[in-house]
C-alpha cells in the first residue's frame, strides 16, 4: 500500500428490491404479505487504486451505483464480496443532512459531526469560527438545522467536511445544490485541498468540473467499471455513448412524432403539439435531417455542416410562388432561428414531386434539444402546408457554452508588457 490512499479489490454490492413490502403493520397483519424481494446487484467486481494526492471523479448515469460505491469507502455501507483498503483520515460529503441532527443548532452540528470525524473539543473550539465563517450562515448557525434550505445544509457540510483536517475527502453531486458563488467557493477549496497533495474522491454529472479538477475519471455503467483514465478521453467516449442512447430515444420520438397525414383522423395524445395546416396545394411528404456524411439523425455535433431535406408532392394545379422555409426552436419554444427561401432570394419552380434542401454550413447551436417547423407557402404567406415539430434533434457539444448560438470569436488582451 505505500503511496496508495484507497484500494479497492473485487467489491461487489446487491441491495434487496422488495415487490410488495408491506407499507404497515395492519398490511402486514392482515394481508400475510411476505415481503418478496429480489436481488440486484449495483456494483460488480470494482477494483482500482487511488495514489495518495490524486483527485479521481466517479462518473456514469444515474443510479449506476456511483453514491454506493462512495458509501462504501465512507464504510457507511459494507460490500458483500471484495474489500477496501484505506490509509488515512476520511471525511465526507456524502447525502444532504447526512450525519446532521435535525433538532440540533448549525452550532451544535458543527460539534457533534466534526468529533465523529475524530477532532477533540479542543480542536473544534479553535476551527468553529472559521468553520461558521465559511459556511456562510451568519446568525442562523444558532437555529435547528431543520429550518435550513438544502442549500444551508450543503454550506455547513461542506465547511465541517473540510475543515477536520483529513487525508482523503469524499464528495458526492451535492455541491449541485449551492448557489453559484458557494458553488465557486466549494470548488477554490477543493483545489486547494488538492495542492495541500491530499486525496480526493469526486462524484459529478458536472463534466467540466470533473475535467478541469480530476486526475481521472472512472466510468461506471450498470455496476460495472467500463473504462478509466484520462478525464477528457473517459469523457468523450461516456458523451458518444450517452449521445448514441439519446438518438435511439430520439429516433423513437421522432417516429412519434411524424408527419400527421391529411386524413390521418387518430392522432395519439403525444403528438397533439405536432400540428399542421394548410391548403395542400403543395404537401410536405418527408422531412430529414442528415449530417455531414449524408446519414440520417437526430443528433448532431455543433459546428459541422447539417441539411436538412424537405420532400414535397405538389398538386397538378400551377403553383404560384412557393417559398419554402424553416425554424429552429428551442424545446421552450424560443425561435433561434428562422429562414425561407424568399429571404434568400431563392427561386423555387416546382416539379411533380421534388426534395428542397437547405445547407447549414455550421451548425451554431449550444449543445441542447430543438425542434424544427418546415413550412411551404404563397409568398403572400397563405400556407401551402406548414408542419410544427416536424423533427426534433439534439446538438452536442464537448465545450461548456451558454446562450443560444455560438458566436466564432477570438480574444485579444493588449497592455503594458511586465518590467
Ligand atoms: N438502500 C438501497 N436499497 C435498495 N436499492 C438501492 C439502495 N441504495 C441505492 N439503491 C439502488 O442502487 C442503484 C445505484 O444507486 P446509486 O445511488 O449508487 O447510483 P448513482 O450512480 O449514485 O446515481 P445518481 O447519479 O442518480 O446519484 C440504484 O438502482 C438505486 O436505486
Known sequence: ????????????????????KPATLK????YKSKGVFQEKWVLQNISFDVSQGKMIGLIGRNGSGKSTLL?????ILHPDTGKVEIVGRVSSLLELG???????????????????????RKEIDGKIDEIIRFAELGPFIENPVRTYSSGMYMRLAFSIAVHVDPDILL?????AVGDNAFQKKCISRIENFKSQGKTIVFVSHDNGVMERLCDELYWIHESHLVEHGEPRKII???????????????????????????NENVVPEDKAKSDRWGNKLVEISNVQIVDHKGIAKHYFEKGKSVTILIDYVASKAKIDKPVFGIGIFRMDGYCCYG???????EKISLNENGVVEVSIEHLNLVAGEYYLDVACHHENGTPYDYITKALTFNVKSYEEEIGVAYLPHHWTHKGEPNQ
Open 1 to 20: 500500500m505505500s503511496n496508495i490512499a484507497i484500494r479497492v479489490s473485487d467489491v461487489s454490492k446487491k441491495f434487496k428490491i422488495f415487490e410488495d
Open 236 to 262: 468523450r467516449n461516456y458523451m458518444d455513448f450517452l449521445n448514441e442512447s439519446e438518438e435511439k430515444r430520439l429516433t423513437a420520438e421522432s417516429e412519434s412524432l411524424a408527419i400527421p397525414k391529411e
Open 71 to 75: 458509501k462504501i469507502l465512507t464504510k
Open 339 to 345: 429562414t425561407n427561401t424568399h429571404i434568400d432570394n
Open 27 to 30: 398490511d402486514r397483519i392482515l
Open 171 to 175: 464528495i458526492d453531486e451535492i455541491l
Open 98 to 120: 447526512a450525519g446532521f441532527h435535525m433538532d440540533f443548532t448549525g452550532r451544535e452540528n458543527i460539534y457533534m459531526n466534526a468529533s465523529i470525524f475524530g477532532l477533540s
